[in-house]
């Protein structure tokens, strides 16, 4: 069943399986450009906590559209044609970033 908002997508994020993200640790700060605010995806103790604006100091800083995460979320659009094309860009700890699948994987 695909995503249909980006509310969604950060709702999933929250209800990850502890056994998915005990090796996780960071701070996620989602640069969704001027017409979306900002989210700061926390993940600690196998927990996920996503907050509005940027709340902490990230690990990793993910610039991209709205849209485009949906697309991504969706399979809709590659990931590395997103990263090359600069649908997508990270900066930060790249590690993290790698890991971003599992919190961000379609239903």
């Given at each position: 069943m695909p995503f249909h908002n980006l509310q969604e997508i950060l709702n999933q994020a929250k209800d990850v399986p502890q056994e998915?993200?005990?090796?996780?640790?960071?701070?996620?700060l989602l640069d969704l450009g001027e017409e979306?605010?900002?989210?700061?995806?926390?993940?600690?103790d196998?927990?996920?906590?996503?907050?509005?604006?940027?709340?902490?100091?990230?690990?990793?800083?993910?610039?991209?559209?709205?849209q485009d995460l949906l697309d991504l979320a969706n399979g809709e659009l590659n990931p590395m044609i997103a990263f090359v094309r600069k649908?997508?860009?990270?900066?930060?700890?790249?590690?993290?970033?790698?890991?971003?699948?599992?919190?961000?994987?379609?239903?």
């Open positions: 998915k993200i005990e090796d996780v640790e960071g701070v996620i979306t605010e900002a989210r700061t995806i926390v993940i600690r196998g927990k996920v906590k996503v907050e509005e604006g940027q709340t902490e100091p990230p690990d990793l800083t993910v610039q991209a559209t709205a649908k997508i860009r990270f900066s930060g700890d790249m590690e993290l970033a790698m890991k971003l699948q599992t919190l961000f994987q379609g239903r």
